[in-house]
């Protein structure tokens, strides 16, 4: 790869030219190639017409190439710029022109400069070489030093270097930042973005007047050692890895046991396990040397893709779909690099070539899918409690199943009829017992249906088997090129490799696996994982990335709005080794993150959409914490962490549209765990997750939408689980303030918004009540009477809070 | 004392002064957010007319009549007089070469003729099976396409190839692509409507009306035919309208006074979310209501029939009338997209028993609905589409373990849909078949193809309407598509 370095130290001389010429105006003295014409081409050209990626066949990187032309034939015709087809290319009329395409013309001085270049004699010296122009995001990560001497705004102080980047944007730009955010606002934004429930009143009013310095700190350090923290980071997590309870598509069988890889998102996020560990464990955790249980159920991260089992389905034509999404997946969410677009033609933008994508292909086309078999002893009290309950009956039972026990059974006849009784599967099981009974005896029927109904609910012994990748040892599978994209049009052969454009990858042994690939996203080298990586972190606690494509590093998404601050976090994200939690503690210390997030905290017309970061943003809480800080205000949130999913009640027209949809409603408290903990179909998505836009599962989210509709509303007013919520806090409400409306909706407000009641608003709710009681009162044909007229009232009052947009927002 | 309000016929809703967030909240208003605060969310009619239309359009609405299973074109649409005298023949060696069944076992399958008679009707002359004796009144109207072709063999590829122009789960589908291009335009119901009458469950349950990659707002509503249409539409049993009226009145003033307070735009959006919410309590369930149709009305779909003798079938023959009435409602009302379920055609054994049955259910209610439409002026601006997955296989299934042969496979190289309406040139016939009625002999039209036109008679440009995900910009008709000239009007 010396010829890689030659080429970057050629590139970086060009950049110098291209800014020493920078400024330049159009004049008479004789083109100078290097100083007049490279840097033009190299601007307006060379991204898609280089030595690589020959668009059209043409490349401009030397003069042997662009002698050579491309499909329509040679563009420079030395000395005749008439006869140069670049020239009719470039020129515009009406304002476009054919080349470049999807992009502005070439200014009139590029164009005649071109001209001159031609007409005298389009000299190119033999060795020099233009290089594409190097995309910002993978450009070499350098830490940008922190812009000192920043005047500190009483209102803004500069409490971290992340302040400081921020600060000087504001400077620069004249923007006035918001000034902080009161204490219950902040209070309440930390819980939302760390933990992803509301503060009870208590912790809030104790916040509100803790005098010591370090309340905030301490608060914050609190809340990354929640074992809810897992969960808030965890869901984030899930959705890149388009976790799901099914396999999708017409099957879309149940995974039984892909709960046990949410399991182990949650804890390695609790113990922040360190990025790159928790990230080559996901993807090659079966490679690790003796790889422990934990480090197999990680790469379930991959099993999570959809997987087709209609039957007479091509079964290899859907494999290929699986490693497809895998390549893909890996992409977007490590390197921000959207792969998928070169499965059929060389990436039309971004630096990757077809024979790219399957050289990443060829590290998981030999990943079998496995299952590991896991042990939780939760899963084991449940059951011994289980069997404890059932085994008293089954005694019994067996008591009175003496009385028909015929009379001379041998030893091995027992053993036998044992046999049968212990290894029971199904009903018609039980009549290989005849010969061992008295079948005509009266009452034996009886007998043996009420034998059945047990033996069908026999608790089971935990068999928790959790789907994991192996590597495939025996017939390994070569990888070839698709012919565009077409899985059984096989091309040129591929080894594993990685892009050309990004560092080398070193490996372990002679052909690189999975794990070399997973270890090379993190070597020191690689510029695209960290930034992609704090990036998404940043996005989490802003509502909006630095960058504001998180998948898409490339020449198409979004520039950084603060690429030097970007820099700067992704190196100490390296420096911090990894740790997630090191990240968010840095972000949410700084005074950029304790910004009022009101839009009118300070007035910037020019900068309505926040870019410049002058406040913090507020936006509808997802879809999961949606449900969850119903259930925490009105105390039904059954707060258990990880383990098996659950299935609210759903009507059955709901699930009636897909096949054979089985959803028996969980019972209990379990019905009120966290909206994480629903169980995923993804043919018969829970509804209310997807009004609230959480994603389908069918790739990788990195970005969830934030919608505002009417079906919102009306989830919120009147679904059975938020009805459910309300009903609740309003009877609290009504028990413990049967005669002080007032103080109910004070304690309402505060249960709910983490806030006292206004006057005015207080005012409103009274007005509310009062009509609501007197509606109570009142006899109609569409409501059903209620015997307590007071309580109903309340509990509207209730539903009313809890429908208001603060209660669902993070501000 | 009630307030004012309650007394008043009166949205009290209306109260609230809406121009008060536009003029107050501008200055803070973020131009993305203001743009969704303008643009009605999408999901219900938007004040501003969206502005995406690249061709003068000739279809308003759509009626997506989906025949979900694969319904056999050779015994409804596309007679095959030699395939009959084949009958019980192997078929030509080089014809199953690189081809792929779901469950044919190629060296012994054998050519299946139709017991059909078929007939020339109306003044175009469109021969159609004795199975649709409705449908032959209406074929005047309609464009029959026998060439449709795919190369997706399995039902939910196939019916997401339909659906949404891809055989992978996740894309938008050709609802949400005309609601996200067009806006809706019915102030209080959803722009993209879903009815079922189903056998057994959809393959792909709701990614049949998924919005893909598109904001989730433009995803299908799924409706039901009876009770209370919409999920989470009725009030909880406790709470009359007059409550429900006085409580949204008290959210929206609540909210009212924190968008003053903090002026961040989110709010008035949802204010204006639940206004609307409101407006569809109050109007979705009048779409329910037949009883201000006539009986000749009632009768013509079929919404009286007796219902099928088999106890496990009651109510389905009714249903699907009343969904093709309801789509007629719909569509009256404003609703940009409708798709009625029929499940499940996929008739793989006893296919002359099941065609019976499926004929029966549907071919009276869709005749009326053609019918119904043209009547009340509506049929010009709104295109009604017919169609499965995939048609199914010349060949007699002989699946492992099937005993006799009595159906036929799936078969994406060949079937037929039709159209009506919408600016569709009726009374014509597009493509042939072979003899046997294998593969396309003439005027190809690949879904893609059927897709471009389609948002071509909407005013759209298949190749111009697109949505960046992943750093790719999407169409419906991913990198083909031709617009069938020869179906417009």
Known sequence: MIDLKYRIALTATLMYLLLASGGKSFSAEPVDFQRDVAPILHRHCLSCHNDRIRRGGLSLHSAQAADKGGESGSSIDPGDPS???????????????????DAPP???????????????????????????PVLWSLQPLQRPSVPQDIATAEQFPIRNPIDAFVAARHKLNGVKPAPQADRRTLIRRLYFDLVGLPPTPDVVEAFVSDEDPRAYERLVDDLLASPHFGERWGRYWLDLARYADSDGYLGDSIRQHAWVYREWVID???????FNQFSIEQLAGDLLEKPTVSQKIATGFHRNTLSNTEAGVDLELYRTKEIVDRVNTTGMVWLGLTFGCAECHDHKHDPVSQKEFYQLYAFFNNANDATVTVK????????????????????????RLKEYELADLKPEQKTERDKILNGFKKASDLKRLAPFYQTKKAGWDKVNTQLGKLLETKPTPPATKAPVFTERTKDRRDTFIHVRGIYNRPGEQVKPGTPFVLPDLSSRDQTPDRLDLA????QDSNPLTPRVAVNRIWQ???GRGLVATPNDFGTKGEAPTHPLLLDWLAAEYKQRDWSRKAMIRLIVMSSTYRMSSAANASSNPRDINNLLLWRQNSFRLEAEIVRDIHLAACGLLDRTIGRRGIRPPLPAFVTDVGRSVKWPASQGSERYRRGMYIVFKRTVPYPMLMTFDAPDATVSCSRR??????LQALTLLNGPMFFESAQALGRQMDEQYPDDFPAAVQTMYLRCLSRPVSEREQEFLSAAYADLLQLAETKTKDATQTDNPRLTAMVQVARIIMNLDEFITRD | MLPPSLNNEMNPLATLNRRRFFATGASGLGTVALAALMKDNGLLAGEVPQQLAHIAPRAKRCIYLFMEGGPSQMDLFDPKPKLNELDGQPMPESLLKDIKFAFIQKEAARLMGSPRTFKRYGECGMELSDLLPHLSTCVDD?????????????????????????????????????????????????????LATLGRGLPGGASSWSSGFLPSQYAGTLFRNQGSPVLNLANPPEISEAAQMRSLQTINELNGLRFDQIGNPEIASRIKAYELAFRMQQTAPELLDLSGETKATLEEYGVTREEASKSNESGFQGSYARNCLLARRMVERGVRFVTLFLSTWDHHSSLDSGLNRYTKISDQPIAALLKDLKRRGLLDETLVVWGGEFGRTPLGENRANFKTVTGRDHHPYSFSMWLAGGGIKGGQVIGETDEIGWGVTKDPVHVHDLHATILHLFGLDHEKLTYRFQGRDFRLTDVSGNVVERLLA
């Open chain 1, 268 to 274: 390695a996020i609790n113990q922040d396990l360190p």
């Open chain 1, 106 to 132: 070439l200014s009139e001085n590029e164009i005649a400069t071109i001209r001159r270049w031609i007409k005298a004699g389009a000299s190119w010296p033999a060795d020099f070489e233009i290089q594409p």
């Open chain 1, 519 to 522: 270890q090379w996203l993190f």
């Open chain 2, 142 to 194: 309609i464009a029959l396409i026998r060439s449709m072709h795919c190369e997706q063999f399995n039902h939910l590829p196939g019916q997401l190839m339909m659906l949404s122009g891809s055989d992978l789960q996740g894309r938008p589908t050709l609802g949400s692509w005309l609601n996200y291009g067009l806006g809706s335009e019915s102030q209080n119901l959803p722009g993209y409507v879903v």
């Open chain 1, 83 to 101: 006869a140069s087809y670049l020239l009719d290319l470039i020129t515009p009329t009406d304002g476009t022109a054919e080349m470049p395409r």
């Open chain 1, 705 to 710: 939408e934030r919608s505002n509709t009417p």
């Open chain 1, 376 to 399: 939780n002893q939760w899963e084991v009290t449940e059951y011994e409690q289980a069997r404890e309950k059932w085994q008293p009956a089954y005694d019994e039972l067996q008591t």
């Open chain 1, 540 to 542: 989490h606690l802003f």
